[in-house]
T-cell receptor, first 115, second 113 residues
Framework: DAGVIQSPRHEVTEMGQEVTLRCKPI?????LFWYRQTMMRGLELLIYFNNNVPIDDSGMPEDRFSAKMPNASFSTLKIQPSEPRDSAVYFCASSLGQRPPYEQYFGPGTRLTVT | DQQVKQNSPSLSVQEGRISILNCDYTNSMFDYFLWYKKYPAEGPTFLISISSIKDKNEDGRFTVFLNKSAKHLSLHIVPSQPGDSAVYFC????????????FGKGTMLLVSP
């Protein structure tokens, strides 16, 4: 299996622009998670989906952030408009069901820089 | 409020010696604990886990110890190797119909030859 695939790997954009991050989970996994990693806050869970349905988006920082999962093999995280404080590494992870020990498999991340 | 804390941002160890990474938690409802390893420019990878009903789990050079009364767990790597140099994240899970992971901020381990 190719593992979790994220694109792009790097994104540099100007403040105010729309940014879309993409994720393809591992085939057969039915839970998908979006995380943001910063030096100050570490790894934060933004939103997670189970069977393509958003379960908890309480970690989404504000209305500028939105996420979708139109099917089992694709998810997007959109930031509109982007701000410099959104600069971070964004990870997507997937897992097989909700079985202990609940390990999640991470993609390589997208490093976002907003200037 | 940080529910999972890794108080040591970094740790340096010599090759062949033991590395001990520590993690504290506050939520008594956590039922599983996991350790992840992360190399630069890569995503975290699952390393080892332990159920809250156990106090030790071993996998090769890696052993995780859990002290529920102290709400403390540790990861022991013996012997440490230069390839173990990475950031190690402690994570915890609490079942509430669904399970998510709460991560600590990580400890950077440097193993020198």
């Amino acid at each position: 299996d190719a593992g979790v695939i994220q694109s792009p790997r790097h994104e540099v954009t100007e403040m105010g622009q729309e940014v879309t991050l993409r994720c393809k989970p591992i085939s057969g996994h039915n839970s998908l998670f979006w995380y943001r990693q910063t030096m100050m806050r570490g790894l934060e869970l933004l939103i997670y989906f189970n069977n393509n349905v958003p379960i908890d988006d309480s970690g989404m920082p504000e209305d500028r952030f939105s996420a979708k999962m139109p099917n089992a093999s694709f998810s997007t995280l959109k930031i509109q408009p982007s701000e410099p404080r959104d600069s971070a590494v964004y990870f997507c992870a997937s897992s097989l069901g909700q079985r202990p020990p609940y390990e999640q498999y991470f993609g390589p991340g997208t490093r976002l820089t907003v200037t | 409020d940080q529910q999972v804390k890794q108080n040591s941002p970094s740790l340096s160890v010599q090759e062949g010696r033991i590395s001990i990474l520590n993690c504290d938690y506050t939520n008594s409802m956590f039922d599983y604990f996991l350790w992840y390893k992360k190399y630069p420019a890569e995503g975290p990878t699952f390393l080892i886990s332990i159920s809250s009903i156990k106090d030790k789990n071993e996998d090769g050079r890696f052993t995780v110890f859990l002290n529920k009364s102290a709400k403390h767990l540790s990861l022991h790597i013996v012997p440490s190797q230069p390839g173990d140099s990475a950031v190690y994240f402690c994570a915890a899970s609490a079942w509430s119909g669904y399970s998510t992971l709460t991560f600590g901020k990580g400890t950077m381990l440097l193993v020198s030859p």
